[in-house]
């Protein structure tokens, strides 16, 4: 592993020394997964601690037998730990645990850089509803008028898409400053080791482009996943075959939806390996669908508990102010559920700060889980962890995991 934020893909195969992300397929000095490596690389400082199980650790090296297939992680020597997780295959809750960590142990930076990008987001988010959307002609015009022209409501539409999408394009570009500098923080916390704002910028902007094609693309072949999926259905309609667009159309949505889901998680690893491994948009997705496959239902789960983490705390977070919102636009409790009732500047500002606040702690954990998601598939698979130990001054470690199984617990 390279001794710096950015990493360099070690222990790849060689089906990744592609062209394209230029890099080898495995760096000088690692080894394959549970063998030793052959000394530290020649920039890194000589005084290393002693190997794991010598007299500088206080124990006796691993009894014979210790790791053999069945043995499970308690017959294992302690994994070392220098920062935030420990160096050998994760377990859904240490991951959760992990990405918290960083938050905690780094709060400086982390918070620094959620803090500034929900601000700015939330700050046009605002702007946006309170001078474009609540002035808007045609959706005065629609709150006031029950039953609608099909002209009234494009007209609505399009004035709502317009102006919403300054909103979304903001959004998106703060996504993926966030993402992109977080992810930073989170390679150094691993090692041990801390970053300040303006290093974790000058090491991200170089993949800012980058990671913003890669986070339109996979939303983009998503989108496009579930809508083939309704096109037989819609041609059905089309054709005036009422009851089998009915049906065509039930099984095509069902049928995408599954699709999409499927390609959001083969993908949902794209973005640290474009970040770490400095990787172009298409290897990164090439090496997150690598970096998946075997595992597609754990990345699934830890995604998707990590996402109700998130919706949990956020909710939890933005209710106070929602209701705070409600309160002071005028309205009471009854413009919480209906979609036509004006909002208030003071409703506006009340619900943005909830809305701040919120991102600002669910920005570090969403980037966090992801990142270590790609790092324990790649301790599975390729043996990280005896990379990480290197760059984190561990001499001797692989030694003692001679015999751990590839992918454990």
């Known amino acids: 592993m390279n001794d710096t934020p950015g990493w360099t893909s070690p222990g790849s195969s060689p089906s990744d020394g592609s062209p394209e992300s230029g890099q080898p397929s495995q760096t000088p000095g690692s080894a394959p997964h549970g063998g030793p490596a052959d000394g530290p690389p020649r920039n890194w400082s000589a005084q290393q601690p002693p190997a794991y199980g010598g007299a500088g650790w206080g124990g006796p090296s691993a009894p014979p037998g210790w790791g053999k297939a069945g043995g499970g992680w308690s017959h294992q020597p302690p994994a070392a730990k220098p920062g935030v997780i ?91 400053i966030a993402t992109a500098m977080l992810m930073i923080v989170v390679s150094r916390a691993v090692l041990g080791r801390t970053v300040d704002v303006g290093e974790a910028w000058r090491d991200s902007r170089p ?5 913003l094609g890669l986070l339109v693309l996979v939303p983009l072949l998503v989108s496009l996943t579930i809508v083939a999926g309704a096109a037989p259905g819609l041609v059905s309609l089309a054709a005036g075959l009422e009851t089998l667009s009915v049906v065509l159309m039930v099984l095509g ?46 990345v699934f789960g830890v995604q998707i508990l990590a996402a109700i983490l998130v919706f949990i705390v956020a909710s939890i977070i933005q ?7 409600a309160l002071v636009s005028g309205e009471g409790i009854s413009a919480l559920t209906d979609p036509a009732a004006d909002t208030s500047w ?3 500002i009340s619900t943005g700060i909830g809305a701040v606040i919120a991102s600002t702690i669910t920005f570090p954990i969403r980037a966090g889980v992801t990142a270590l998601i790609y790092l324990d598939q790649r301790i599975r698979s390729e043996a990280l962890d005896l ?23």
């Open 86 to 176: 420990p160096l050998r295959p994760l377990g859904v809750g240490e991951i959760l645990d992990g990405a918290v960590t960083t938050m905690r142990a780094h709060w400086r930076t982390v918070l620094s850089i959620s803090l500034v990008v929900a601000v700015v987001v939330q700050l046009v988010g605002t702007l946006v509803t309170g001078f474009w959307l609540r002035e808007t002609t045609d959706l005065t015009a629609l709150r006031k008028n029950p039953e609608p022209t099909p002209e009234q409501l494009m007209d609505a539409m399009s004035s709502a898409l317009s102006s919403s999408g300054v909103a979304v394009l903001v959004d998106t570009l703060g996504t993926v």
């Open 346 to 348: 003071g409703s506006l």
């Open 387 to 409: 990379e990480l130990a290197r760059a984190a001054g561990i001499s001797g470690y692989g030694e003692q995991l001679a015999d751990r199984p590839a992918a454990g617990g």
């Open 253 to 298: 949505l069902v049928g995408g939806l599954i699709g999409a889901i499927w390609l959001w998680v083969r993908f949902s690893l794209a973005a640290p390996a474009l970040m770490l491994e400095k990787q172009g948009v298409l290897t990164a997705m090439r090496r997150s669908a690598k970096l998946v496959r075997g595992s597609w239902w754990r």
């Open 319 to 325: 209710m106070p102010a929602t209701l705070v919102g």
């Open 207 to 211: 993949q800012l482009l980058r990671l």
